[in-house]
């Protein structure tokens, strides 16, 4: 298609969408839309055109014409006038009715439906195919039947105007589409960024809740905190997926949420504990699995399973039910590791911090008895420099990742 072509089926398609916003407008203070419908009619004998011009105009009613015996100027008028049924002769000298519709469906959209009526004294059934094909909707037959050309004129425009009528209920509905996709949209939006908000204060409110059981002998959380990140180091490191890893970093934390129970002379004693005074230490795991228990989330089940069992060990001699191996449920035996390893590289009240190197060589004795010898491997496998934060401490935008 030329420009000019495509020029001409765009400002079609303008003069046409304002004329179908006319269509639908208080139809009760208008004219009837067929009697004021706009006609073109082409033949180049002037004596059709007036004939025709003058049964739709004084018979049918019709008030708005266009006309020419000049095929030359069809295009012409059509961008001017905008008609809603073309009436077109297809003997012409120079230009035929054939070569005038080719040229038309380079400027008129497939989807535009502007009727020809095709005015012809060759009524063979292969004419009629032929015009059928080359875009013309009906047939009138010369000589004029005056019925005829009011019938068939009249029925035409019908359909074009229930065709405009149609497209703008179709535009009108895309409309309110649109509309309501992007109120759709922006509802999921804010319920999504509440999602987020709900979600931001639960884990805050979390890791909050782990902070006031560490609060007597770590009042900066630290503990929990390292505990948190090397168990999501841990996680990595034996390929959970991510979102497990992030979850482990946020529920571990919260390991020891049930000492917040636990009397000072028990919990704050720089000395070894009695027997009796381990028994109520202990309980901290169960405790803590109560204050966590029975959540909704996935994230707070993690971290019920992990108060309860990151003392249970590899052997089956740990605490409180004597879990063994695999029975531990694994972010228990992470846990327990990153635990271990945070306790014995810090300073407590009954001990001094150890070095790293101890550490790690104690986590290997253990392997196989205290700890899942998988877990302490990984341990193993971390990077020197993952060590040194885990003993360090980690800054806040390391710990807000996994
Ligand atoms: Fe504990």
């Known amino acids: 298609m030329t420009d000019a072509n495509a020029k001409r089926r765009e400002e079609w398609n303008e003069g046409n969408a304002d004329r179908r916003a006319w269509n639908t407008g208080d139809q009760m203070m208008q004219e009837d839309p067929i009697k004021t419908a706009r006609i073109l009619i082409v033949d180049d004998q002037e004596v059709n055109v007036h004939f025709l011009e003058g049964t739709l105009r004084w018979v049918a009613g019709n008030t708005n014409f266009k006309s020419t015996t000049n095929p030359r100027e069809v295009e012409a008028l059509i961008a001017e006038f905008e008609p809603d049924l073309i009436l077109l002769d297809l003997h012409m000298p120079e230009r035929d009715g054939f070569m005038v519709m080719e040229d038309l469906k380079q400027v008129i959209p497939a989807d535009a439906f502007l009727p020809i009526l095709v005015l012809t004294a060759d009524v063979t059934p292969e004419a009629k195919q032929r015009a059928l094909a080359g875009g013309a909707k009906d047939f009138l037959s010369k000589p004029f039947d005056t019925t005829e050309v009011l019938l068939r004129s009249n029925n035409l425009l019908q359909t ?230 885990a003993v360090l401490g980690f800054p806040a935008a390391a710990r807000r990742g996994a």
């Not at 805050?204 to 006031?212: D, G, T, V, Y």
């Not at 009042?219 to 090397?230: A, C, F, I, L, N």
């Not at 407590?348 to 998988?374: H, I, M, N, S």
Request: with cysteine; charged share 30%.
């Open 160 to 389: 074009r105007l229930l065709h405009l009528e149609l497209a703008n209920q179709n535009q009108i509905l895309e409309v309110k589409v649109q509309e309501r996709t992007r109120d759709l949209q922006k509802a999921n939006d804010d319920l999504q960024a509440a999602h987020r908000d709900l979600e931001d204060a639960h884990i805050e409110m979390l890791e909050r809740m782990a902070l006031a059981a560490e609060y007597r002998d770590d009042d900066t959380g630290e503990h929990t905190k390292r505990v948190g990140q090397v168990s999501a180091f841990l996680g990595r490191a034996l390929r959970l997926a991510q979102d497990q890893v992030m979850l482990l970093r946020r529920a571990a934390p919260l390991h020891d949420v049930g000492k917040i129970a636990i009397p000072d002379q028990i919990l704050l004693k720089p000395g070894r504990l009695t027997a009796e005074e381990f028994e109520v230490l202990k309980t901290h795991t169960t405790i803590g699995g109560k204050i966590l228990s029975g959540g909704r989330f996935a994230l707070l089940k993690l971290a019920e399973e992990i108060a309860l069992t990151h003392h249970e060990r590899w052997d089956g001699t740990g605490y409180p039910h004597g879990l063994r191996e695999a029975t531990i449920p694994l972010a228990g035996r992470i846990v327990a590791v990153a635990d271990s390893f945070d306790a014995l590289t810090h300073e407590r009240p009954y001990k001094e911090a150890w070095a790293v190197e101890e550490a790690v060589a104690e986590l290997q004795r253990c392997a196989g008895t205290q700890f899942d010898p998988t877990i302490v491997d990984a341990f193993l496998g971390l990077r020197a420099d993952s060590l040194a934060a």
